[in-house]
């Protein structure tokens, strides 16, 4: 069974206060691996999705990387409107409809701070 | 385009009562699906299509019925309502051509069962 673990659960960090978000998998054959942001009252909003291990890819403040196991979205000096959940989903190889569903984590949800 | 239209954006129903989600989309995507979102959950998959006439279950379908009559249409529907399907529920679709493609969400519907 495939299986998504985000952490940490909650962030605050203070405005320009870089960090980091985790996401662990267990996956049969990893597809691909995407992060989305989610605001209050709204649907996750698609930021990246990375393939293979040593994959990086950049948005603004923003920067995801992958490895075997795990992913990371690195924050650089983050402003309060980046403030949101962040949700981590993998993709597994499989059969027929299974290719294209997505398991997705509990999400981080990071507080920025003026 | 309007990407996924979810309505409604709230209801309210009655243990026992019956009622229908609507989703439409307009981004000529193949690959339909309804999650649920839960506070320490996360989204978990309960059904999806891969094109009209196919729809088939996913993580958590107990209780729910869907059909996949057009391209544009993935209706959810809750037979008899029960307090345990308060929540909210996203609709969610992407192409089926690269397995890649992420996945495009609606803003939700929250569903509230007494």
């Known amino acids: 069974e495939d299986q998504v673990t985000q952490s940490p659960e909650a962030l605050r960090l203070q405005e320009g206060e870089s960090s980091s978000l985790n996401c662990s998998y267990t996956?049969?054959?990893?597809?691909?691996l995407f992060w989305y942001r989610q605001d209050p009252g709204k649907g996750p909003e698609f930021l990246f999705t990375?393939?293979?291990a040593g994959e990086e890819k950049e948005k603004e403040r923003l920067k995801a990387t992958l490895t075997k196991k795990e992913s990371f979205l690195h924050i650089t000096a983050p402003k309060p409107e980046d403030s949101a959940t962040y949700l981590c989903?993998?993709?597994?190889?499989?059969?027929?409809?299974?290719?294209?569903?997505?398991?997705f984590g509990k999400g981080t949800l990071l507080t920025v701070n003026p | 385009n309007a990407g996924v239209t979810q309505t409604p954006k709230f209801q309210v129903l009655k243990t026992g009562q019956s009622m229908t989600l609507q989703c439409a989309q307009d981004?000529?995507?193949?690959?339909m699906s309804w999650y649920r979102q839960d506070p320490g959950m996360g989204l978990r998959l309960i059904h999806y299509?891969?094109?009209?006439?196919?729809?088939d279950q996913g993580e958590v379908p107990n209780g729910y019925n869907v059909s996949r009559s057009t391209t544009e249409d993935f209706p959810l529907r809750l037979l008899s309502a029960a307090p345990s399907q308060t929540s909210v529920y996203f609709c969610?679709?992407?192409?089926?051509?690269?397995?890649?493609?992420?996945?495009?969400f609606g803003n939700g519907t929250r569903l509230t069962v007494t």
């Open positions: 990375l393939y293979s």
């Open positions: 969610a679709s992407s192409y089926l051509q690269g397995a890649n493609s992420p996945l495009h």
């Open positions: 299509s891969v094109g009209a006439g196919i729809t």
């Open positions: 989903a993998v993709r597994a190889l499989g059969g027929g409809g299974s290719n294209y569903k997505l398991t």
């Open positions: 981004m000529n995507h193949e690959y």
């Open positions: 996956v049969s054959g990893l597809r691909g």
